[in-house]
């Protein structure tokens, strides 16, 4: 079945230090999504894209899909403490008919020290 | 902003119990979702429902697993006889009327089977 890998499983940054967490699937997605997870908290939803090679910012987040739509990233610039939390890709298969079965990737934990 | 409310926040039962977790999702939502995170791990898949019958389910929902929209705003998950290893946060979501729109959330309930 589907696989959904990501990179790093944890990174501790500095405050004001960049981030980025990769995300590769084992199969072409139709679309990726971007969850985030703070701490005891739900997954929200951060973004989703869709196209090949699809670019997307959001203030200080950079979110890339590549072009074979199997890999993605995040990109934080800058880290403030309030960016802490789990990030998780999660991708739904290319060609098929699934009604928001997201296949999530082990996340990446983040930690800010001010 | 309406978010999907999910009851208990917390469930103990013993093995052998059954459970029924409940949720009330987005009211001009269509699609019904049921996701699970074991403590540290990723989020999973478990069914997704629509149009009163499930869409798809993983090889996490057998037999032992059933989904019900019992009234016009209702969504349950019952777990018939739980085990141990269905210790776990069960997160209900709920999308619009759309293929691969954005997942939206509850805050879960924590089961713990003892």
């Known amino acids: 079945g589907q696989q959904v890998m990501q990179i790093p499983q944890y990174q501790h940054v500095q405050e004001g230090e960049d981030f980025t967490t990769y995300c590769n699937s084992s199969?072409?997605?139709?679309?990726i999504q971007w969850y985030k997870q703070r701490p005891g908290g739900h997954p929200v939803f951060l973004i989703q894209?869709?196209?090949?090679?699809e670019v997307k910012k959001q203030k200080r987040l950079t979110f890339q899909f590549g072009e074979a739509k199997k890999n993605s990233s995040l990109h934080i610039t800058a880290t403030q403490t309030t960016d802490v939390g789990t990030y998780f890709c999660?991708?739904?298969?290319?060609?098929?008919?699934?009604?928001?079965?997201?296949?999530f990737g082990q996340g990446t934990i983040l930690t800010v020290h001010p | 902003e309406p978010e999907v409310t999910q009851t208990p926040s917390h469930q103990v039962t013993q093995m052998g119990q059954e459970v029924i977790l409940r949720c009330v999702p987005i009211?001009?939502?269509?699609?019904f979702y049921w996701y699970r995170q074991i403590l540290g791990q990723k989020v999973e898949f478990l069914v997704s429902?629509?149009?009163?019958?499930?869409?798809?389910k993983s090889e996490i929902f057998d037999d032992q697993f059933s989904v019900e929209r019992p009234d016009g705003s209702n969504f349950t998950l019952k777990i018939r006889s739980t085990k141990l290893e269905d210790s776990a946060m069960y997160f209900c979501?709920?999308?619009?009327?759309?293929?691969?729109?954005?997942?939206?959330f509850g805050n879960g309930t924590r089961l713990t089977v003892t």
């Open positions: 009211s001009n939502h269509l699609y």
């Open positions: 429902f629509y149009n009163n019958e499930i869409s798809e």
């Open positions: 999660a991708g739904s298969n290319a060609g098929g008919t699934s009604y928001g079965k997201l296949t």
């Open positions: 199969t072409t997605l139709s679309n």
């Open positions: 894209l869709v196209k090949s090679g």
């Open positions: 979501a709920s999308s619009e009327n759309r293929n691969n729109s954005p997942l939206h």
